[in-house]
T-cell receptor, first 116, second 115 residues
Framework: DAGITQSPRHKVTETGTPVTLRCHQT?????MYWYRQDPGHGLRLIHY???????DKGEVSDGYSVSRSKTEDFLLTLESATSSQTSVYFC???????????????FGPGTRLLVL | AQKVTQAQTEISVVEKEDVTLDCVYE???????LFWYKQPPSGELVFLIR??????QNEISGRYSWNFQKSTSSFNFTITASQVVDSAVYFC????????????FGEGTQLTVNP
């Protein structure tokens, strides 16, 4: 498995405040992803990155922005948190290079975010 | 557009029973990948298997086996002689080569194995 960490692991914040979640991987993977997990929806893609400074939107990107200034770090920012963004957030990465495992995404431990 | 359906929301079995988790997918791509992930009560997502669209061989890993059938667009997962430690939510997922290999997940099946 890829060495992926997420910080913080738990966060409680108030509506309207900015929040940044960090994903850090030590595998030199090219691709990184942010998902949110909500009951009845499984996991849904928020944003993804296909290289340093290269990012694109997923299916639920409204209200979120991302940045990737280094291969190992992928930041997810909620510019002004809302109660609908209360969720569990997972980061994932995959190598994308040659080899059988290049298509497999490995996940971090998740961040539980509560917006009051 | 890609889609994954796991029709079984919850399954409850008694230890040592065999159980099959169903997964049906939709895609227009000819090259795609199917995955199963396990999410135990602790919450992390654990990768179990990846299957390529051009490889229809079934696979067995210990008590786990997977049946991939392109004709019915299904990728079912069977646990033989289930154990309490198998209790978890299991997700089936699909990625298409033309969509940047973004994963589309099913809603998951909650499996409870009772002693």
């Amino acid at each position: 498995d890829a060495g992926i960490t997420q910080s913080p692991r738990h966060k409680v914040t108030e509506t309207g405040t900015p929040v940044t979640l960090r994903c850090h991987q030590t595998e030199n993977h090219r691709y990184m992803y942010w998902y949110r997990q909500d009951p009845g929806h499984g996991l849904r893609l928020i944003h993804y990155s296909y290289g340093v400074k290269d990012t694109d939107k997923g299916e639920v990107s409204d209200g979120y922005s991302v940045s990737r200034s280094k291969t190992e770090d992928f930041l997810l920012t909620l510019e002004s948190a809302t109660s609908s963004q209360t969720s569990v957030y997972f980061c994932a990465s995959r190598s994308g290079t040659s080899g059988r495992a290049r298509e497999t995404q490995y996940f971090g431990p998740g961040t539980r975010l509560l917006v009051l | 557009a890609q889609k994954v359906t796991q029709a079984q929301t919850e399954i409850s079995v008694v230890e040592k029973e065999d159980v099959t988790l169903d997964c049906v997918y939709e895609t227009r791509d000819t090259t795609y990948y199917l995955f199963w992930y396990k999410q135990p009560p602790s919450g992390e997502l654990v990768f179990l298997i990846r299957r390529n669209s051009f490889d229809e061989q079934n696979e067995i890993s210990g008590r786990y086996s997977w049946n991939f059938q392109k004709s019915t667009s299904s990728f079912n997962f069977t646990i033989t002689a289930s154990q309490v430690v198998d209790s978890a939510v299991y997700f089936c997922a699909l990625s298409e080569e033309t969509s940047g290999s973004r994963l589309t997940f099913g809603e998951g099946t909650q499996l409870t194995v009772n002693p």
